[in-house]
């Protein structure tokens, strides 16, 4: 019988759009590309994620990299990114209606130090019971270390479990280590229906 939900965070709690941001900033659709190349697809938004690197130090790196006009663009892609935080629509009202049947909910993420800071500013957090996130951990998904580190610190029984994580190789690693759980295709309906097949009565 599955007692606990485990959610990803970016992408499944909040939107993590990029394009978005940098339209956000006012960035030339032009110098788009380079920006993503050099701050999303880096070594330092690895690192950050690992907890080996903080978000002011990663920004200062990538700008050194990218034509100066950019470089104020960077900062604000890396340490401001979550101002102001967009929720997925219809999560929040899923994690209210499963706090409220009795289920355990838990953050299980790759994420930097930083979230600690805009984690609480997130509504959906007042009905989560405990976070996992990579950067204090310096484990990163979908290594099996981490599922088994967020089941210890919490007493989870993996079979107890379900995840939702909008990257297939995180759900499963999850399965490799008795977790059940689907892919979230930014698409409430659906996951609701897979909930249900676990045998988790959410409304349809």
């Not at 609480?120 to 990579?134: A, C, H, M, N, T």
């Not at 580190?149 to 280590?177: G, K, M, Q, T, V």
Request: proline residues 6%; aromatic residues 10%; glycine residues 6%.
């Amino acid at each position: 019988m599955i007692r606990n939900i485990i959610f990803d965070m970016g992408n499944v709690l909040l939107r993590f759009e990029p394009e978005l941001f940098m339209e956000r900033l006012g960035v030339a659709p032009e110098d788009r590309p380079l920006l993503w190349r050099e701050i999303y697809h880096s070594r330092e938004w690895v690192q950050m994620d690992h907890g080996t690197l903080l978000e002011a130090d990663a920004a200062q790196i990538i700008a050194a990299r990218v034509p100066e006009r950019l470089r104020g663009a960077v900062e604000k892609l890396v340490t401001q990114w979550d101002r102001p935080l967009l929720e997925v629509e219809g999560m929040r009202e899923l994690a209210a209606e499963l706090k409220s049947m009795g289920y355990k909910l838990y953050l299980l993420s790759n994420a930097g130090k930083r979230q600690h800071d805009y984690w609480p500013r997130l509504p959906v957090s007042q009905y989560f019971d405990g976070k996992l996130i990579s950067a204090d951990v310096r484990l990163l998904k979908p290594d099996y270390a981490i599922y088994r580190l967020l089941c210890e610190r919490f007493s989870l029984e993996p079979a107890e479990c379900f995840f939702i994580d909008d990257n297939p190789p995180n759900i499963e690693a999850a399965y490799c280590c008795g977790i059940d759980g689907a892919v979230f295709h930014n698409d409430v309906a659906v996951l609701r229906r897979d909930l249900n097949k676990a045998g988790i009565p959410v409304k349809a």
